[in-house]
């Protein structure tokens, strides 16, 4: 077992004020590699305490992992939380952290899952993406006759993540907290859709879904097949049910570990 270190609340973007938590084994002088682990909540709820649970579990395989805050709404909308990410990817990159500064890996979910691929997309680091939101414009130009509806929220700082959102698909508030991620502005839901700016430059990506859960498993198809034209290799897992994001890590756990021991 790891002698595990938590450091909380360390900040690094001294303009927004962001933290994020540290976590690492104490009795290894260098870690092998970093992974930076996004918490999902749909960009409106949510915080980094939500992966402590994943967090430690890296630091077993022997990894440092940052579990960082970002701004959420309604104290701010797209692109803050992913700017936040450049901010944290800097100061990771630049930081006396204990550990391999050459191997960065990400993994998140849901909101967070749309998070790492943007990573990925930017820097080429290796990422592990569960139910990530990655088809925007198109799922929303298809289902521009759904209603969005907020729903019942309250319970959710309360509830563990792989609890929350287990029940299948559920169209009006998906399309609720995703409209409300631009706060009206229908123009940047193309800019906003990963897969359009994959490059050949693009890191490689561990992409898994439910076959009939809250988050359409579209976004995993259209990724795969960008990433093919670009011959970024890939891996997806299709899992059967509606679980949702971490409510499947325990059976996507062992392929997680091995991807990310091949590639950070």
Request: charged share 20%; aromatic share 12%; glycine share 8%.
């Amino acid at each position: 077992m790891a002698n595990l270190v938590v450091k909380t609340d360390v900040e690094y973007d001294s303009i927004n004020h962001q933290k994020t938590d540290i976590y690492y084994d104490g009795d290894v002088k260098q870690a092998k590699g970093a992974i930076i682990d996004i918490h999902g909540g749909g960009w409106f709820r949510g915080n980094k305490s939500k992966d402590a649970d994943s967090s430690k579990r890296f630091v077993e395989l022997g990894y440092l992992v940052v579990t960082p805050a970002y701004r959420i709404t309604p104290v701010a909308y797209y692109p803050a939380p992913l700017e936040d990410m450049d901010h944290l990817f800097e100061w990771l990159k630049n930081s006396d952290l204990p550990f391999d500064h050459d191997h960065i890996g990400a993994f998140g979910s849901s909101a967070g899952g749309n998070m790492v691929v943007e990573l990925a997309i930017k820097y080429g680091i290796p990422i592990v993406s569960l139910s990530g939101i990655l088809d925007i414009d198109d799922w929303l130009g298809k289902h521009q006759d759904v209603v969005a509806a907020e729903g019942d929220t309250s319970g959710f700082n309360a509830t563990a993540s792989a609890n929350i959102n287990q029940t299948g698909a559920n169209d009006p508030f998906y399309k609720w907290f995703v409209t409300n991620y631009f706060n009206g502005r229908t123009d940047q839901y193309e800019a906003a859709t990963p897969y359009h700016r994959v490059t050949d430059q693009t890191g490689t990506m561990y992409l898994a879904n439910s076959l009939n859960e809250f988050v359409p498993n579209s976004g995993v198809l259209m990724m795969a097949k960008t990433l093919s034209d670009h011959q970024i290799p890939y891996t997806t897992r299709m899992l059967t049910g509606s679980r949702h994001a971490k409510g499947y890590l325990d059976d996507v756990w062992d392929d997680v570990a091995a991807f990310f021991n091949r590639t950070v």
